[in-house]
């Protein structure tokens, strides 16, 4: 029988492959936050989940509401404040890897999170920077996921780092030797980053997914792994933990939406008719 899923549930699995067993994993919410749990239930027991607000070795049983949500894990190793995360942690290079959510993204790894349009009369508003420039700069490798994002020649506004412009920029710009985004995973496929110009190349395609599917959405002529990767899809067990751990992603943005707005629409009614 054809195990269905979700693209919201696949981007999780694949992303999760992307962590190994007794890594250091600085996550934020949503998709990356399923990812590392996905993880740490599987293939990857031993990994340390730790948020920008200073939880560290935390142990989720929901998607945190925000970087400060104690109330989404059961516990944690210890706490500090978020000087601690980037000072003693980031910048002493601790962590393995940096799970981040991607606006815009060009072809270095470069990301914008901070505001799609003119700054004086912008498109849209995203939700900034946050730590993430400290998480990117610092941590070995960096996870990238995009969900509704968008290739760029040029970044409306550059949040923070990739390979900056390619090759050796971003080790001369004082970023630690050999660190810097390994995967980029998107609804349509996968895309790493080349050895020497660290420019970023298509990988693999998801089950369904053409190589014209995905040139379609960007703009400049992007190189092609010679043999490209097939996206292995999620077993049962993948899928129940993804699914009682984040009901929410699995649903789908479209539905999440609809779900939630009849639901809030509900209380209020409910609550204007004093039941």
Request: proline share 5%; aromatic share 8%; glycine share 12%.
């Amino acid at each position: 029988m054809t195990i269905r899923y979700t693209i919201d549930e696949l981007i999780v699995y694949r992303a999760s492959q992307e962590i190994n067993d007794g890594e250091m994993v600085v996550i934020g919410q949503g998709i990356p936050m399923a990812a590392g749990v996905l993880a740490q239930r599987t293939h990857a027991p031993n990994t340390i989940i730790l948020t920008e607000a200073g939880m560290v070795g935390i142990d989720p049983f929901k998607v945190p509401l925000h970087i400060a949500d104690p109330s989404c894990t059961r516990g944690y190793t210890y706490g500090c404040d978020m000087i601690d995360i980037f000072s003693t942690i980031m910048n002493h290079g601790y962590a393995d890897v940096a799970f981040l959510g991607v606006g815009q993204i060009d072809r270095f790894g470069n990301m914008n999170s901070s505001y799609i349009g003119d700054p004086e009369d912008f498109e849209m508003r995203m939700m900034g920077a946050g730590g993430a420039p400290e998480f990117a700069g610092y941590a070995m490798r960096g996870v990238q996921t995009m969900r509704g994002g968008e290739f760029v020649e040029k970044l409306d506004y550059f949040t923070t780092p990739g390979y900056v412009t390619g090759g050796t920029s971003r080790y001369e710009a004082g970023m630690p030797e050999g660190s810097g985004p390994s995967a980029l995973i998107t609804t349509k496929g996968v895309f790493k980053y080349a050895a020497d110009t660290k420019e970023m190349y298509l990988a693999g395609l998801h089950p369904g997914v053409t190589i014209d599917d995905v040139l379609a959405d960007i703009p400049w002529d992007i190189p092609v792994a010679d043999e490209l990767e097939i996206t292995e899809l999620p077993g049962e067990r993948e899928l129940e933990i993804i699914r009682t751990f984040a009901p929410e992603i699995s649903m789908g943005r479209q539905l999440q939406i609809e779900t939630v707005v009849t639901r809030v629409m509900r209380v209020l009614s409910e609550a204007a008719g004093g039941k």
